[in-house]
């Protein structure tokens, strides 16, 4: 089949959303699939000789900032963030907007020289759902979309507008008619309730983040001391890192080290703690640097939304890893997702000082297990790439 995938942050350095993408268009590749993925133009040059064939789209304006976020030309970056936050005040769209035109004319080239069979779209950016949509109208393609963040209840999203209550209805009205208008919609179980209040409708199907490999990972974690981990985002209002920080700081345990590479808004928060001597923050790495460094680690942490509805596909990471899991969470604990998974401590993130007993009691029980790759695919086949591509294919050839 000629399958595209419409997403944004793809190659070389791929958001969490990016890397699904990448994975289903590896696994739609080894099937024997011709798949083209537009994306994000990142400065990443496509390999001709690939059956995957990445279409860059982007802006001037996209083009300028990360030429200034490459450089470290602060002021540019600036900037740049200013313009962003004044478009989206002036006209109450995200600033992905001119992704729909440019998304719809890659389309059309590419349909125009092989049929497409199926468009799989994953938000975000939304924009990438509106495009398969208007494509699917004029043309009739097949049209799957993979929601993976929320939009209209998306704070992060929608912080910069002036009349956010209109904008949430409409907001509200397009995410109906992309529903409507797909021939499915792939969602996480943490969705469903949010999805039949507001968008009231039942043209989906439950599916979990294809993130669990076939691969086994060694363990080169120090037996002489415990690493615990924690690799992602924090974000004001949304996953903040002091009452992570302060909780180690006050930890008084030997040889126990917390170790965060982390981006996001909190470096202020973050510089606070560089000196406490258990603990070590560094600065985001490469996919390929995290994963040996989750090799290296006793313990992984997640720490989850505020917003309850947002699933992080962050702990099907670490649940391929086999390494234990200290989840840290707001009001979702995730248990769906974690309750066949028997290395896990699941605490409420603004009462870690309450449960501190049972914190030390897991690091000291748990430290140097590691779950077998196995009981992993025994547990958590339903999330591999294999099972969700076949999942896609399955919709397409009944609807065929």
Not at 243 to 272: H, I, P, R
Request: glycine share 4%.
């Amino acid at each position: 089949m000629n399958i595209v995938i419409l997403t944004g942050n793809y190659l070389p350095t791929p958001s969490p959303n990016g890397n699904i993408a990448k994975i289903i268009a590896e696994q739609l590749s080894i099937e024997g699939d011709n798949v083209y993925v537009i994306c994000f133009d990142k400065g990443f040059i496509p390999l001709s000789d690939s059956s995957i064939k990445p279409v860059p789209i982007t802006t001037l304006h996209r083009r300028l900032r990360y030429y200034f976020i490459e450089k470290n030309i602060p002021l540019g970056v600036k900037i740049t963030s200013l313009y962003r936050v004044g478009y989206r005040l002036i006209t109450g769209r995200t600033q992905e907007s001119w992704y729909i035109k440019k998304a719809l004319n890659s389309l059309k080239k590419i349909n125009n020289e092989e049929e497409i069979d199926l468009i799989i779209s994953l938000n975000n950016p939304i924009e990438a759902h509106i495009s398969a949509i208007k494509f699917k109208e004029e043309f009739g393609t097949k049209v799957i979309t993979y929601w993976l963040d929320q939009y209209s209840d998306a704070s992060k999203i929608h912080k910069y507008s002036l009349f956010k209550e209109k904008n949430y209805n409409n907001n509200i009205l397009k995410e109906k008619w992309i529903h409507n208008s797909s021939n499915l919609n792939l969602i996480t179980e943490n969705r469903v309730e949010w999805i039949k209040n507001y968008i009231g409708q039942n043209n989906y199907s439950i599916t979990k983040y294809p993130l669990i490999t076939k691969k086994n990972y060694s363990n080169n974690s120090n037996s002489n001391q415990i690493n615990i981990t924690y690799a992602g985002s924090f974000y004001k209002n949304l996953r903040e890192p002091l009452q992570l920080l302060s909780f180690f700081e006050k930890l008084n345990e030997q040889n126990v080290y917390l170790n965060v590479y982390a981006k996001g808004d909190c470096e202020e928060t973050l510089n606070q703690f560089r000196d406490t001597k258990n603990i070590n923050i560094f600065s985001v790495k490469s996919k390929e640097e995290i994963i040996e460094i989750y090799t290296q680690s006793n313990i992984l942490i997640n720490i989850g939304n505020s917003n309850p509805t947002q699933m992080p596909s962050k702990l099907y990471e670490y649940i391929d890893m086999g390494v234990p899991i200290l989840n840290f969470y707001y009001s979702n604990d995730y248990e769906d997702v974690l309750r066949d998974y028997p290395y896990h401590l699941s605490i409420p993130y603004e009462r870690l000082n309450e449960y501190e007993g049972q914190i030390i009691d897991f690091i000291n029980k748990y430290s140097k297990m590691r779950l077998s790759k196995k009981n992993i695919l025994s547990y958590y086949y339903e999330a591999t790439p294999e099972y969700v591509v076949s999942k896609i294919k399955g919709n397409y050839l009944k609807n065929k």
